[in-house]
């Protein structure tokens, strides 16, 4: 992946089905392996930021971007996604 990334190779979804199987796929490995599959897809360079944040778009799919592994982050940045929702302190009147 990296190699083909390197060379100027894309992965453009031309079905639905193609992102679908691709989730379902990362779903049935450790969110710890899909975490690290997702560093690859983005550090590759193979898919755009556009095609990644339709990837993640799905609750299950985000829930993987709220673990507290190594690059999550970075990856939360490329789905165009913010920090976690933290709870705002309240303010006393």
């Known amino acids: 992946m990296e ?5 100027g190779a ?3 979804p031309q079905k639905e ?10 779903m049935r490995i450790s ?3 899909a ?6 897809i983005a550090n590759s360079g193979i898919m ?12 299950k799919m985000r829930q993987i971007l709220k673990e507290p592994y ?3 982050v ?8 913010n920090e976690p929702n933290l709870r705002k302190p309240r303010r006393r009147s």
């Open 35 to 40: 975490v690290e599959h997702l560093q690859r």
């Open 74 to 81: 970075e990856l939360r940045r490329f789905a165009g996604q």
């Open 70 to 72: 190594p690059g999550v």
């Open 17 to 26: 089905y193609e992102i679908r199987w691709l989730r379902r796929t990362l």
């Open 3 to 7: 190699i083909l990334g390197s060379h």
């Open 10 to 12: 894309r992965w453009v």
């Open 31 to 33: 969110r710890y392996q």
């Open 48 to 59: 755009d930021q556009a095609t990644f944040t339709e990837l993640m778009r799905t609750p």
